[in-house]
Nanobody, 129 residues
Framework: QVQLVESGGGLVQAGGSLRLSCAAS????????MGWFRQAPGKEREFVAA????????YYADSVKGRFTISRDNAKNTVYLQMNSLKPEDTAVYYC??????????????????????WGQGTQVTVSS
């Protein structure tokens, strides 16, 4: 059974940085895409970033490009989200997600929550102004 456990959230001032971690277990993740999503109170869940476990190709939402970096450590089976230049509008619960890539879907399918079968419990990020 796939398990995803996020950590690293917290309270930070605007302009600060945080690094989120997602420890993945339960199987080998080659062939998977790993995503980060976030959901602020009263708002829809939104895509933040994703990475193909094999090859490390990355994808970002426009709102975080140039500020956030997604990466993975194969040896630790962990995906990271380095968040710099944080803004109050980045405040949300951040979720890690995983899905075996299906070749018949375009990559944009994985920009939606429907593209993922496995989810972590979430970690709160709060950015104060």
């Amino acid at each position: 059974q796939v398990q995803l456990v996020e950590s690293g959230g917290g309270l930070v001032q605007a302009g600060g940085s945080l690094r989120l971690s997602c420890a993945a277990s339960g199987r080998t993740f080659s062939g998977y895409i790993m995503g980060w999503f976030r959901q602020a109170p009263g708002k829809e869940r939104e895509f933040v970033a994703a990475i193909r476990w094999s090859g490390g190709i990355t994808y970002y939402a426009d709102s975080v490009k140039g500020r956030f970096t997604i990466s993975r450590d194969n040896a630790k089976n962990t995906v990271y989200l380095q968040m710099n230049s944080l803004k109050p509008e980045d405040t949300a619960v951040y979720y890690c997600a995983a899905q075996l890539i299906r070749g018949y879907y375009s990559i944009t399918y994985y920009y939606t929550g429907d593209g993922y079968a496995y989810w972590g419990q979430g970690t709160q990020v709060t950015v104060s102004s």
